[in-house]
Structures are given as structure tokens and as C-alpha cells.
């Protein structure tokens, strides 16, 4: 079992939500986050003074898969979320050791 962080732009999100439903997988937390990667922020104006905002306001993805699901909705959310400009995001991918449905109990690939 593997675990997606998806960092992508709030606009995304539902393009991205969608594409995973379309694929297959279900469930997923989100979150909203702020952060910066090379881009390292960006200028803004507010009332004829410019500004620095060096936190993006981002929306974080996380989906738990199945090893045989991973490159699938890896292809969903680049696909959902990718506009070509700089700031699209990022994908984190890490291994799950082990998952639990709290109200059965059931474990492993049954438990997502």
C-alpha cells in the first residue's frame, strides 16, 4: 500500500477529485495548505502598495492506493492538475506499513 500527498492550486482540486472518482478510487482527505517551493512566493498589490506573499495558499491531496492503483492515480491527478505554469504542485509518494478501519477492525488492502 502507498500513501499520496498531492500539493495542487485550490482551482484543481475538484478536477483532481473527480479524476481520481473516474479511476476508481475513493476516499481522500484534504487539506489547505500554504507553502513555497522554486518559485518562492510571489508579489502582490493591495491598495497601490505592492507586497510579498511568501506562503502560496496550496490544497493538499492525501489518498491511500493499493500497489496496483499507484501509477493510475498518479496519471489522474498530474493529468487534473497540470497547467504547464510554474507552482502546479507536487507529488509525494510513500510506502504504508500498515492501515486500520477503526469501526470493523479489518486491516491491510480491505481496510481502504
Sequence with gaps: MKKIEAIVRHFKLEDVKNALIEKGISGMTITEVRGFGRQKGHTEMYRG???RVDFVPKVKV????DDAKLQTAIDAIVKAAQTGQIGDGKIFVSDLKETIRIRTGETG???L
Design 49 to 51: 502598495t505592492e507586497y
Design 62 to 65: 492525501e489518498v491511500a492506493v
Design 109 to 111: 488492502g480491505g481496510a
